[in-house]
């Protein structure tokens, strides 16, 4: 009998609390039972299996998923959207929509946001708006309540909030990876390191959603940029924009250019401290071989058009295909 055919069980029964299991439990106390759920099952294959994911564009939320599945024949386990205003079009709704139905049918969700720079009023561009920069004193004024500039930020959150609320009523637990790649140099909230950095902007996020608008239905994800120099992603060590066990679950890196370091791998284990770290975003996919010493990955998600342009239809398959690979048909009964 295959391997996973007597583990998987095993760990379903970890995750319902039904065997001695460690209570591994959110950063938030009043996370829903679903939440806590889902936390568990992750912490119950980390080290043993690694989820298959695949991010998709707000504006066409299953092209991509589809195409890992006629590549491999299989479905990724963890489907992803972005909720960045493209323009003035406001996709929240579709992406609602889509992750009721997505979580209804057994696949992870986990969504993030490119937040518009809020010194500016929509349509937010992309090149000029979502990476353009804040200056120290703007960043001062964000960060201090009752300004005007963390007043309107507020209310870009608040929206936001809105639909994080509908998924709540709805009974699906999001993988709430906010703030991404916060250590790079490109986005507006990036490059902010220390206490009244990026984590004094996390913190923020955390308590409206958490205090004031009670979102339980949140796994807070921190996903860093690999460590980079240029001429690709520059970006700097993990330690200095982390903002503590306290307010993240999950910790994860994004890598592309086949830039699996193992001494990135290390610091963000450490920095993790035992919570699960899962691969935020790839390019180029890992291998085996990489996977054999970078074993605690609890996820891989792909991003968008990569799939198609990074990746050959054999490194797709391969990874699909490794007996440590979960795909949606392998963990869909056990996520409803």
């Keep these: 009998m295959p391997i996973k055919k007597i583990i998987l069980p095993v760990l379903f029964l970890l995750t319902c609390g039904l065997l001695n299991a460690q209570n591994y439990q959110p950063v938030n106390a009043d996370a829903t039972t679903g939440t806590k759920k889902i936390l ?19 504006s066409d939320r299953n092209v991509f998923s589809d195409s890992a599945k006629n590549i491999t024949g299989k479905y990724p386990a963890v489907w992803g959207s972005d909720f960045m205003n493209w323009g003035d079009k406001d996709l929240g709704p579709q992406i609602v929509e889509e992750s009721i139905k997505k979580a209804k049918d057994g696949y992870l969700v986990t969504l993030m946001w490119h937040e518009g720079n809020p010194t500016q009023d929509p349509p937010y561009d992309f090149e000029k708006n979502v990476k353009g920069k804040l200056t120290d004193k703007q960043w001062t004024e964000l960060t201090t309540p009752g300004t005007a500039l963390y007043n309107k930020w507020i209310g870009q959150i608040d929206v936001v909030a809105g639909y994080l609320k509908q998924l709540q009523d709805a009974g699906v637990t999001v993988l709430w990876r906010p703030y991404h790649e916060m250590n790079g140099v490109w986005f ?90 899962a691969l935020t975003e790839t390019g180029e996919l890992p291998n085996s071989k990489i996977l054999s010493v970078q074993p605690q990955w609890t996820w891989f998600m792909v991003w968008t058009s990569w799939l198609w342009t990074d990746n050959t239809h054999d490194r797709v398959k391969e990874i699909y295909n490794l007996p440590q690979t979960l795909s949606h048909d392998e963990v869909k009964d056990k996520l409803k």
């Design 40 to 58: 568990r099952f992750l912490y119950s294959i980390k080290g043993k299996y690694i989820l298959s994911g695949q991010q998709n564009y707000n």
């Design 188 to 277: 507006w909230w990036g490059n902010r390191k220390g206490a009244n950095g990026i984590s004094k902007l996390w913190k923020m996020m955390y308590d409206r959603y958490t205090n004031y608008h009670h979102l339980n239905n949140l796994l807070w994800v921190w996903g860093a940029n690999a460590p980079r120099d240029i001429p690709y992603d520059e970006a700097y060590d993990y330690k200095d924009f982390y903002p503590g066990p306290n307010y993240v679950d999950i910790l994860g890196a994004d890598v592309y250019h086949f830039d699996y370091e193992q001494k990135d791998y290390n610091d963000l284990l450490k920095l993790a401290n035992g919570k699960p770290i």
